[in-house]
């Protein structure tokens, strides 16, 4: 079993930056994928940023290219989401989860194991 917690979310100027955290206890192992998701009310959860734990390699959906940065600290278990000149549409609930087998990598049904959010606000 795998749990993940995320933290660092809050409000913020636009053109202002956040750095999220998601620790995960039990383990996850060197393979499989951790992806960054957010959602806001009444539109579907959308990926944003994904790294694989084996190699690294890092995905990003284009509105977010060039300002987000998906980075792991292996040793600690731990995926974070540096956002910086974030927009007011970057305004959400940001979501990390965890896959054993990557893949689709954009799909949530990918994901097994979901933390419980933590709520990014971007203000004029």
């Known amino acids: 079993q795998v749990q993940l917690v995320e933290s660092g979310g809050g409000s913020v100027q636009a053109g202002g930056s956040l750095r999220l955290s998601c620790a995960a206890s039990?383990?996850?192992?060197?393979?499989?994928?951790w992806g960054w998701f957010r959602q806001v009310p009444g539109k579907e959860r959308e990926g944003v940023a994904v790294?694989?734990?084996?190699?690294?390699?890092?995905y990003y959906r284009d509105p977010v290219k060039g300002r987000f940065t998906v980075s792991r600290d292996n040793a600690k278990n731990t995926v974070f989401l540096q956002m910086n000149s974030l927009k007011l549409e970057d305004t959400g609930m940001y979501y990390c989860?965890?896959?054993?087998?990557?893949?689709?990598?954009?799909?949530?049904?990918?994901?097994?194991?979901w933390g419980q959010g933590t709520q990014v606000t971007v203000s004029s």
């Open positions: 989860a965890w896959s054993s087998s990557g893949g689709f990598i954009w799909k949530t049904m990918t994901y097994k194991y």
């Open positions: 790294i694989y734990s084996g190699g690294g390699d890092t």
């Open positions: 039990g383990s996850t192992g060197s393979s499989g994928c």
